[in-house]
């Protein structure tokens, strides 16, 4: 049983590196936010208006854990806030290995231009979202991996996550 995980603050391309990874790996592909959205019927954001974070939160562990259930192996991009939660990190701990992908908050800032920030609703004024990143960096360390991407090359990025995924292929 071998899932690999990508974590970090929003913005990081976790679901893009994600997704050219898993193509390279020959693993299935999950987006844990865009499943929440299929399963619950709503956005991210109308979970949030009716749910709450609370709600939101119930069913982000809830899907993490339905995801690994339906196979061996595959690649998760996790939302930038799973992995602060220590009952998501006990679950991504025991079905595989946690990739922090660790990109400097000043690129994440600017990215928000081309970012949809409408329906992140913990995305705040520039200081808050530093705030926030600033905060959630440690539970982040706790990932297996620590993978900084100074790069805004997404082919870069994919190239180094699959360095650091490729010698557990086979390895389970
Ligand atoms: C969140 C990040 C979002 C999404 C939700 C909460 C967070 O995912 O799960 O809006 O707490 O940082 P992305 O990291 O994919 O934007």
Redesign the pocket.
Known sequence: MRWFFLVG???AG??TLGSKVAERLALPFFDL?AQIEIDAGMS?REIFETEGERG?RER?TNMLRKLIATGPAGVIAT????FTLEENRDIMNEAGVSVWLDVPIDTIVTRAASMDVAE???WGSAADVRALAERRKKDYGLADHHLELSTNSTDDGTAHLYELLAPYRGNS
């Open positions: 603050f929003m913005g976790k679901t936010d991210i939101f982000e939302g930038g806030g799973a992140r609703p913990l």
